[in-house]
């Protein structure tokens, strides 16, 4: 099949999160299956990467960049909605994915259902919630979502049926022996509880914290968390990555305090990979992401104590050693395994 994977977002290199790299990881695998796939997505102008693809547009007179970098053409460009006929034109597919993130990404799902073709709006987050723009429908539409919270949600919300395939993680890719040297918080942004792990290690002076950078942050509030962890040496900050799993080799246990209703939590996935245990926000889907591998907090707890649970985990080695054999165990289950969840697009494309 020819399958064209749809955004109403930024993509990659251009933004680093866990709905680019899910999506990246699903090419990968569908080109290792001998099909064919590109993707669209919104050109954000800034950088030098910007700059490039919109000297790109000009010169073709097309009203999309392509480039082939990630190893499949992806194009970028404004106005995804009006002008999809251009990139079907142009591409061929048998198949369209719309990633759902949001009230933006319905006007490109309904455009691409509009087109006949069999159509996957794949929801991989809850920012729909409260909406009255009606979803894309049609013989040959049908809905995924990303976890059991996020299809309950969308029957509660919508009324809406939908497949569950979560997002893929590749074990060779995140699996690493581990020194379990720090505590790891991924994306220190304020939603995804960037206060409360700020604070959390600053009061905890004895445990050595990495933070990695995901979504772009504001300058003021970078300032901001580096202003409160400039006299904290037990704190490394480090910019976005592509290998995660250098960041886990040095990894005890992973924190996520999200504040947001997440519909996964991709990091615990590669994560317990490497029989790493989470502690996270008891909110949206997290709970099925780390299982029984890790520990689970209200969404209300305070930066005290989640300072008291990453030192009751860091200290506690008996307790440690059982969250690691369930992470482990958790990592296998069958139902987020690559090959599994791969079939399960492919038929519902077919």
């Known amino acids: 099949m020819r399958i064209l994977l749809a955004t109403s977002h930024a993509y990659l290199p251009q933004i680093v999160g866990g709905a680019e790299l899910s999506t990246h990881v699903m090419c990968q695998q569908m080109i290792n299956r001998h099909h064919e796939v590109a993707v669209l997505a919104q050109l954000r102008a800034n950088g030098f990467f910007g700059l490039r693809s919109r000297l790109h547009r000009r010169l073709s007179g097309?009203?999309?960049?392509?480039?082939?970098?990630?190893?499949?053409?992806?194009?970028?460009?404004?106005?995804?909605?009006?002008?999809?006929?251009?990139?079907?034109?142009?591409?061929?597919?048998?198949?369209?994915?719309?990633?759902?993130?949001?009230?933006?990404?319905?006007?490109?799902?309904?455009?691409?259902?509009?087109?006949?073709?069999?159509?996957?709006?794949?929801?991989?987050?809850?920012?729909?919630?409260?909406?009255?723009?009606?979803?894309?429908?049609?013989?040959?539409?049908?809905?995924?979502?990303?976890?059991?919270?996020?299809?309950?949600f969308l029957a509660d919300e919508f009324g809406l049926d939908a497949a569950v395939v979560p997002p893929i993680v590749i074990p060779e890719s995140y699996r690493t022996n581990t020194d379990r040297s720090h505590v790891i918080f991924v994306n220190p942004h304020p939603v995804k509880g960037g206060d409360i792990a700020v604070s959390a290690a600053a009061r905890l002076p004895e445990i050595p914290f990495l933070f990695i950078e995901s979504w772009p942050l504001s300058k003021e509030i970078k300032s901001k968390y580096q202003r409160t962890l400039s006299a904290c040496r037990n704190v490394t900050w480090l910019p976005p990555t592509s290998d995660m799993r250098r960041i886990y080799a040095q990894t005890k246990f992973v924190i996520m305090p999200s504040q947001l209703e997440e519909t996964w939590g991709r990091v615990a996935t590669e994560a317990q990979v490497s029989a790493i245990p989470v502690i996270a926000s008891q909110v949206g889907g997290l709970p099925e992401s780390v299982g029984p591998g890790g520990v689970l907090l209200p969404p209300s707890a305070s930066a005290e104590e989640w300072s008291a649970a990453i030192k009751k985990l860091w200290e506690n080695a008996e307790e440690y050693e059982r969250l690691s054999g369930y992470a482990t165990a958790h990592s296998r289950r069958m139902d987020i395994q690559p090959d599994y969840l791969v079939d399960t697009l492919i038929k519902l494309l077919q």
């Open 62 to 152: 097309s009203q999309y960049s392509s480039d082939k970098g990630l190893g499949y053409p992806v194009f970028r460009g404004w106005n995804l909605t009006e002008h999809l006929a251009e990139i079907i034109a142009r591409f061929k597919p048998d198949g369209i994915i719309v990633t759902m993130l949001g009230t933006q990404s319905l006007p490109l799902a309904t455009a691409a259902a509009s087109t006949g073709l069999p159509t996957l709006a794949y929801v991989r987050d809850a920012g729909l919630k409260g909406s009255t723009i009606e979803f894309p429908h049609g013989a040959r539409v049908k809905f995924v979502a990303n976890s059991r919270f996020t299809r309950k």
